[in-house]
């Protein structure tokens, strides 16, 4: 009799332990988005809700109250760097970011506290920076909420919150080009007289941001280490930006004729292409 008993006791017992193994997927998601935005890491942590036919916000999502940005664990944001979100200051770190909606205009909180479950526990006093951001009416439904980035620079990305029928847009600055630039100052003065290659690639950095003035002069200390492919290359390109066509193509076959066997057979080829094209 006890045998009998004992079975069905140890069923009982079993259960609780199967249950703790079973894994149920969440009916809304977990998402990760993790962008660059120059020498900044931007990662966005959030969980998916569907629109499953809901009215969303002023419904399921109301207005004027604070929102988790999404389902599950309240979203986060975490910079590797100092950044500015639509031209406020943010120190580096990671943040929950929450949201208060509104028919015309929304709040972006975020907030110090970055591990919390939804918005129950949320405490405006951890609060390291608000902004207010309009709403916009969206192009395509997205049935699952989602972040993106439809616009990137060197220095700044616009972030996208959206979810049915509205996105809700913010920029992050993270600077870089002025952070770049001050680096490269200091790395160049530091250059040995032999270093032609810091000074290139501060001048190429310069050059293709638009900062001619440091561009010339760091090029021109490039050139007087060593004149290589690379570097009559970037001159060459610079002096048909100024409209000497005729100069740029004497340096770039000046470039071609220096071509060593450590040099690049696709930067000669490029170089080559071009030149032909400034002839023309």
């Known amino acids: 009799m006890r045998k009998t008993l004992l079975i069905p006791m ?8 199967l249950a703790q ?14 962008q660059t935005v120059g020498l900044t890491d931007v990662t966005i942590t959030y969980s998916r809700p569907g629109v499953k036919g809901r009215k969303i916000f002023g419904g399921l999502v109301p207005y004027g109250q604070v929102w988790r940005t999404g389902a599950n664990e309240a979203t986060t944001i975490a910079f590797t760097d100092d950044v500015t979100i639509n031209g406020q200051p943010l120190p580096k770190g990671t943040y929950s970011l929450h949201t ?5 205009e929304w709040t972006l909180i975020f907030n110090k506290t970055a591990d919390q479950w939804g918005s129950y526990s949320y405490d405006q ?12 009416n969206a192009i395509e439904k997205h049935e699952w909420m989602t972040f993106e980035v439809p616009e990137l620079s060197t220095d700044a990305a616009t972030f996208v919150l959206a979810w049915d029928n509205l996105e809700v847009p913010f ?28 000074p290139l690639s501060a001048a190429n950095f310069a050059f ?4 001619t003035a440091e561009a010339h002069k760091w090029l021109e200390q490039s050139i007087k280490a ?4 690379s570097n ?5 390109r610079m002096e048909a930006a100024a409209g000497k066509k005729a100069d740029a193509i004497v340096t770039g076959e000046k470039a071609l004729s220096l071509k060593t066997d450590k040099d690049s057979a696709e930067l000669a080829s490029e170089i080559r292409k071009q030149v032909e094209g400034w002839k023309r």
């Not at 208060?100 to 015309?104: L, S, V």
């Not at 293709?208 to 900062?211: A, P």
């Open 10 to 17: 140890m069923i009982v017992l079993a259960v609780p332990a």
């Open 21 to 34: 193994q079973l894994r149920l997927p969440r009916p809304s998601q977990k998402s990760v988005l993790t």
């Open 100 to 104: 208060i909606p509104g028919e015309n």
């Open 125 to 136: 006093k951890q609060d390291a920076l608000r902004i207010n951001v309009k709403p916009r």
């Open 171 to 198: 920029t992050v600055n993270t600077n870089t080009t002025k952070k770049v630039i001050a680096d490269a100052t200091a790395a160049v003065a530091a250059a040995k007289p032999d270093d032609f290659s810091t």
């Open 208 to 211: 293709n941001s638009g900062m």
């Open 226 to 229: 060593k004149e290589t492919m």
């Open 232 to 236: 009559l290359w970037l001159k060459a």
